[in-house]
C-alpha cells in the first residue's frame, strides 16, 4: 500500500475541471463511439435510426426537467459538505478519490439490482431495457423519475463521504464514460480480458437480452468486480436485445409505459372466469421461465393480463372492424 501511494505522489492531481469541459469530452466520446458502431457493428440494426432519435430526445426532455427542478446539481452539494464526511479521515488526495468511486460505484450497482427485484422500481427501468437495437444511445435512455431517485441516491452518497466538487464531477465523467461505452454495439478482442475488471459491450449485451434469467444480471455501472463478487455475472451471448412483446418506442409512450401497462378501452371491469384462469397460468409460466426468483410476482401477473386482454380483445376488435368492412363493401 506504501509502494501505491508514492506511485500516486508522482502525478499531478487536478485541482479544478469544468462542467463545459466535462460536457466537450462527453459530447467527444459519445461521437466516438457512434463512429465505432458505423465502422465495426456487432450486429446490424433495423431500426438503427429510430433508437437514436428516441433515446437522445428522452435525454434532453429529462436534462431539461432536472435543470428546472434543480436535482442535477449535486455539486451545490459537494460544496456545502465537502470535508464533512467520512473521506475527512482519509489523508491522501489519491485515496480518496479511489474510495469515493469505489463506493459510488458499488451503490449504483445496488441500486440498479434493486430496480430488477422490486415491481415498482422495474416499471420505471424497463422503459431503459425496451430499446430493440442496444447501442451507444441507450445509455440516455431512462425514464425521468428513475433519473430523479438516482440523484437523490447520489446526493446522500455526497453527504455521507463529504464528497467535494472535483471528486464528484470526476466521477460522474468517468461513469458516464463507460456507461456510454458498454451500451455501445461493439465487439473486439481483447473484450473477456478487460472484462474481468470492468463491464464491457459483451457483458452488458447479456444484460439486455429478452430472457429475464439472462437480464437479471451485470449490474455494474463501471466495475464488473461486484458482479463477480455477488455472483451476479453472467458471460453468455443473448439470442434477442430488448423486452419480448410488443414495446412502445416513442417517446410519450416510454414515458407513460413507467407508470401503467395499458389495455385496450373496449376492455371490461370484470374479466371472465375463463380469462381470470388464463392470465394466472400465464404468470406462472412466466414465474416458472425465471426459476421463481422473488420480486416480480406483481409484474408476472399484470404482464399476464395484458397480454392475454391484449390477445382475446385485440382479436374481438379486429373482427368487429372486419365486420363493418365487408358491410361497406357489400354496400
Known amino acids: 500500500m506504501l509502494e501505491l501511494m508514492t506511485f500516486l505522489d508522482t502525478f499531478n492531481w487536478p485541482t479544478t475541471l469544468s462542467g463545459e469541459g466535462v460536457a466537450v469530452i462527453l459530447l467527444a466520446f459519445f461521437g466516438v463511439c457512434y463512429g465505432l458502431e458505423q465502422l465495426f457493428p456487432h450486429r446490424k440494426p433495423i431500426k438503427r435510426r429510430g433508437s437514436y432519435g428516441t433515446n437522445l430526445g428522452l435525454f434532453a426532455v429529462n436534462n431539461t426537467v432536472l435543470s428546472l427542478l434543480s436535482v442535477s446539481s449535486l455539486f451545490l452539494l459537494a460544496q456545502h459538505y465537502a470535508e464533512q464526511g467520512l473521506l475527512r479521515y482519509i489523508n491522501h488526495p489519491a485515496a480518496q478519490m479511489i474510495v469515493a468511486f469505489l463506493v459510488l460505484d458499488l451503490l449504483l450497482y445496488l441500486w440498479h439490482r434493486a430496480c430488477h427485484s422490486f415491481d415498482g422500481l422495474w416499471l420505471f427501468h424497463r422503459v431503459h431495457h425496451n430499446d430493440p437495437y442496444l447501442n451507444t444511445s441507450t445509455a440516455l435512455r431512462i425514464h425521468i423519475l428513475e433519473l430523479l431517485i438516482t440523484n437523490l441516491l447520489k446526493a446522500g452518497y455526497v453527504v455521507l463521504l463529504g464528497v467535494d466538487q472535483l471528486m464528484m464531477m470526476v466521477n460522474e465523467m468517468l461513469i458516464t464514460l463507460l456507461t456510454l461505452f458498454h451500451h455501445t454495439n461493439i465487439a473486439f478482442k ?13 457483458l452488458h449485451r447479456a444484460h439486455h437480452s429478452t430472457e429475464r434469467y439472462e437480464h437479471d444480471s451485470n449490474y455494474g455501472a463501471a466495475l464488473s468486480v461486484w ?8 458471460e453468455r451471448e443473448p439470442e434477442a436485445i430488448g423486452l419480448n412483446g410488443h414495446q412502445p418506442q416513442e417517446l410519450i409512450s416510454l414515458f407513460k ?8 378501452a373496449s376492455v371490461p371491469q370484470s ?6 384462469m388464463m392470465i394466472a397460468e400465464a404468470a406462472y409460466y412466466r414465474a416458472e421461465k425465471r426459476d421463481f426468483s422473488p420480486g416480480y410476482e406483481l409484474l408476472d401477473w399484470l404482464e ?21 368492412y365487408g358491410l361497406l363493401m357489400l354496400g
Open 227 to 234: 458482479d463477480r463478487l455477488f455472483g451476479t455475472l453472467n
Open 257 to 264: 409505459l413507467g407508470f401503467n401497462i395499458a389495455t385496450p
Open 304 to 324: 399476464a393480463k395484458n397480454d392475454i386482454v391484449k390477445l382475446v380483445y385485440g382479436q374481438q376488435a379486429n373482427a368487429k372492424k372486419q365486420g363493418k
Open 271 to 276: 374479466l371472465p372466469v375463463e380469462l381470470e
Open 190 to 202: 481483447s473484450e473477456q480480458w478487460l472484462g474481468k475488471l470492468l463491464i464491457m459491450p459483451y
